[in-house]
C-alpha cells in the first residue's frame, strides 16, 4: 500500500536540473558553502552564445550581444519594431516581458510563471502566491497551478529563455565580479507581516519572531532582495538582512541595462531556507 502524501508543501521537493538534490539547495547550510550550479544541457545548447561572450570586453558590450541573440532565437522584437497585422496580434512571451510583469506584481501569472521555472529547475517549491500555499489543495495553489501555465506568459520557450538569463547572469558574475570575489551577497528584504513566515532556530527547533535576533527563514522559492536597507524599508515595516549565495542570482541591477527592475537596485534570487537577521523593526 503507497504511503499517503504529505499535504504539507514545506515538505515537498521536485527533482531538478541543476545537480543538486533539491533538498541541500534550498537549505540554510547550501547558503553557507555554495557550489557553482548550471541548468544542465542550456550552455551546450547554445555555445555559440557563450563564445561570442567570451570575446566580449565590456559588461554593456556582453549584455547587448545576449539580448541580440535572445531576439533571434526567440523571434522577439522590440516594442518600437514595425509588425504586420497578424504577428501584432500574437503575443510572444519574452523574458523581458516577464521581468517586467514580475516588476507590476509578483504574485500575479509573471510570477507564477517565474516560480514554476524555479521549481521545475532548481526544484523548490514556492509558499506563498496569493497567500499562502499551505496545505494542498487550497484556493492559493490552484490559483497558483492554473496561473503558471498561462499562456500570455508561458509560451515561447520561456523557461528555455530563463535558463539563459540564469545562465548569463551567472557567466557576468563570474566575468565581471560586479560585487567581487565572495561567494554571498548581503542584501535586504522589506516584509510586512513578519509573522507569517515560517522561523527556525539554528538548532532546527521553531520559534516565535520574538524569540531570538538571528533565525532560519522559509523564504519563496524566488523573491527579490534590495541592495541597500534604506531601500527595503520602502516595501515593509521589518526589514531582514541575508547573505544569499551569488550562485542563485538570477537578475540584479546592470546586468541589462535596457530591462525592467535594472534602475531599482531590485536583485531577483532563487529562495529556500536562509539565515535572517531583524535589522529594524
Not at 563570474?174 to 565572495?182: C, E, L, T
Not at 520559534?207 to 515593509?236: H, I, K, M, Y
Amino acid at each position: 500500500m503507497l504511503p499517503e502524501a504529505d499535504p504539507q508543501p514545506r515538505h515537498w521537493y521536485a527533482t531538478n536540473l541543476v545537480g543538486v538534490p533539491s533538498c541541500v539547495l534550498g537549505s540554510a547550510e547550501f547558503n553557507a558553502h555554495p557550489r557553482p550550479l548550471h541548468i544542465v544541457g542550456t550552455r551546450e545548447a547554445h555555445a555559440g552564445l557563450f563564445h561570442l561572450l567570451a570575446a566580449c570586453g565590456q559588461p554593456a558590450e556582453a549584455a547587448e550581444v545576449f539580448m541580440h541573440y535572445l531576439s533571434i532565437a526567440f523571434g522577439l522584437q522590440p516594442e518600437s519594431a514595425p509588425t504586420s497585422p497578424s504577428e501584432a496580434r500574437r503575443w510572444r512571451a519574452s523574458y523581458i516581458k516577464l521581468l517586467q510583469g514580475w516588476g507590476g506584481d509578483s504574485n500575479g501569472p509573471a510570477g507564477a510563471v517565474l516560480k514554476g521555472w524555479v521549481e521545475s529547475r532548481f526544484g523548490l517549491v514556492p509558499c506563498y502566491h496569493r497567500g499562502l500555499l499551505g496545505r494542498y489543495p487550497s484556493p492559493p495553489w490552484v490559483a497558483y497551478m492554473e496561473e503558471k501555465a498561462t499562456s500570455r506568459f508561458h509560451n515561447n520557450c520561456i523557461h528555455q529563455q530563463l535558463d539563459l538569463l540564469y545562465e548569463f547572469c551567472q557567466w557576468a558574475l563570474r566575468r565581471h565580479a560586479p560585487f567581487g570575489r565572495h561567494p554571498t551577497l548581503t542584501l535586504w528584504r522589506g516584509v510586512n507581516q513578519v509573522g507569517e513566515h515560517e522561523a527556525w532556530s539554528e538548532d532546527g527547533s521553531p520559534l516565535t519572531w520574538r524569540a531570538a535576533v538571528r533565525r532560519v527563514v522559509r523564504f519563496n522559492n524566488v523573491l527579490s532582495f534590495a541592495l541597500d536597507p534604506r531601500q527595503a524599508e520602502c516595501f515593509g515595516d521589518t526589514v531582514l538582512k541575508v547573505q544569499v549565495p551569488q550562485v542563485k542570482l538570477l537578475f540584479y541591477p546592470g546586468l541589462l541595462s535596457k530591462v525592467p527592475l535594472s534602475g531599482e537596485s531590485e536583485v531577483l534570487a532563487i529562495g529556500g531556507d536562509m539565515a535572517a537577521e531583524v535589522w529594524r523593526a
